[in-house]
C-alpha cells in the first residue's frame, strides 16, 4: 500500500512539474518585468530594418516608442513595443518637397579666375585644373615665375583665394635638353625626318620647336619644353596634302 501511495506522489509531482514548465513557455514573464529597449537600441534597429534615418523618437507612456523615420525624402512614422521590439504600425507620414525659389549656383568663367590669380601672383600660370566634389567646387592653379613657383586653391563660385603656397624651384639651373634629345622626343610623337628644329622663349618658358615630316607629306610641329622634355603641343600643316589633292583634280 506505501508503495502505491508512493508512486501516484511521484506521478503528482511530474504533472506539477510539467504544468509549471508549460505555463513558462507559453505566457514567460510578465510585460511589467521584462527590460525595456533603450532609445538607442530602437533607433538601430529601426534604422537596420528599414534602412533609413531615424529623425525622431519618444518613449510613451503605454511603453511604446513613437519614431519618425527618413527614407528617400519620405517621413515614415513608425509604432514599435519598446519591450519585444515588434513593429506594431508602418504609416507614410509626409514626402519632403524640394525648396522653391532656390538661386541657381554659377561659378566664375575659366577666365575670370585667371584674372582673379594673376593679380594676386605675377607670373606664368603653368597648370589649371577645375576640381568638383560633393561639398564645393574649386580651381587649382600653379604660377611660376623665374625660381618661385605658387600654387593656388581658389573658390570657382566666390571667386575667393583659399589657399595660396609658394616654393622655390630649382629646375631653372637644370640642364637644358639638348638639340638631339629634343628631335628623339619630336620622332616619338610623330614618325617621319625632322626637317627643322630651333629654341624659342615666350615669357618664362623656353621650348623646341621641332618640324617633322611624315612619310605622307605631311608636316607637324611639335613643342617641347626645353627643361622637363614635354610635350607641350602638335600642330599639323596640311598644305602640302591639300596642294596634292588640287593635282589630282587637276
Known amino acids: 500500500m506505501k508503495k502505491k501511495t508512493g508512486f501516484w506522489m511521484i506521478i503528482g509531482f511530474l504533472i506539477f512539474a510539467f504544468l509549471?514548465?508549460?505555463?513558462?513557455?507559453?505566457?514567460?514573464?510578465?510585460?511589467?518585468?521584462?527590460?525595456?529597449?533603450?532609445?538607442?537600441?530602437?533607433?538601430?534597429?529601426?534604422?537596420?530594418?528599414?534602412?533609413?534615418?531615424?529623425?525622431?523618437?519618444k518613449l510613451t507612456d503605454d511603453q511604446q516608442y513613437h519614431i519618425d523615420l527618413e527614407k528617400k525624402d519620405t517621413?515614415?512614422?513608425?509604432?514599435?513595443?519598446?519591450?519585444?521590439?515588434?513593429?506594431?504600425?508602418?504609416?507614410?507620414?509626409e514626402t519632403k518637397s524640394p525648396p522653391l525659389n532656390q538661386p541657381e549656383v554659377t561659378f566664375k568663367s575659366e577666365d575670370e579666375i585667371k584674372k582673379i590669380i594673376l593679380a594676386k601672383v605675377k607670373g606664368t600660370i603653368t597648370s589649371f585644373e577645375k576640381i568638383t566634389s560633393e561639398d564645393e567646387t574649386i580651381y587649382k592653379a600653379v604660377v611660376k615665375k623665374g625660381n618661385n613657383q605658387t600654387t593656388l586653391?581658389?573658390?570657382?563660385h566666390t571667386g575667393e583665394i583659399l589657399s595660396?603656397?609658394?616654393?622655390?624651384?630649382?629646375?631653372?639651373?637644370?640642364?637644358?635638353?639638348?638639340?638631339?634629345?629634343?628631335?628623339?622626343?619630336?620622332?616619338?610623337?610623330?614618325?617621319?625626318?625632322?626637317?627643322?628644329?630651333?629654341?624659342?622663349?615666350?615669357?618664362e618658358?623656353?621650348?623646341?620647336?621641332?618640324?617633322?615630316?611624315?612619310?605622307?607629306?605631311?608636316?607637324?610641329?611639335?613643342?617641347?619644353?626645353?627643361?622637363?622634355?614635354?610635350v607641350m603641343s602638335v600642330s599639323w600643316d596640311d598644305r602640302s596634302s591639300d596642294d596634292d589633292k588640287k593635282e589630282d583634280d587637276d
Do not use: C
Not at 511589467?32 to 533609413?52: F, N
Not at 586653391?153 to 570657382?156: M, T
Not at 635638353?177 to 622626343?185: F, K
Open 75 to 93: 517621413i515614415y512614422q513608425i509604432e514599435l513595443n519598446a519591450i519585444s521590439g515588434k513593429v506594431l504600425s508602418f504609416i507614410k507620414k
Open 205 to 230: 618658358q623656353t621650348y623646341y620647336l621641332v618640324e617633322v615630316e611624315t612619310q605622307d607629306d605631311r608636316e607637324a610641329i611639335v613643342q617641347i619644353h626645353s627643361i622637363t622634355g614635354n
Open 164 to 203: 595660396s603656397t609658394t616654393t622655390q624651384n630649382n629646375t631653372s639651373s637644370s640642364k637644358r635638353l639638348t638639340e638631339e634629345e629634343a628631335r628623339d622626343i619630336a620622332k616619338k610623337q610623330v614618325n617621319g625626318i625632322v626637317e627643322h628644329i630651333w629654341l624659342e622663349t615666350k615669357g
Open 153 to 156: 586653391i581658389v573658390d570657382a
Open 20 to 57: 509549471i514548465y508549460f505555463s513558462w513557455q507559453m505566457f514567460g514573464p510578465t510585460e511589467a518585468s521584462a527590460e525595456i529597449l533603450s532609445k538607442q537600441a530602437a533607433q538601430k534597429l529601426v534604422q537596420d530594418r528599414y534602412q533609413g534615418t531615424v529623425i525622431q523618437i
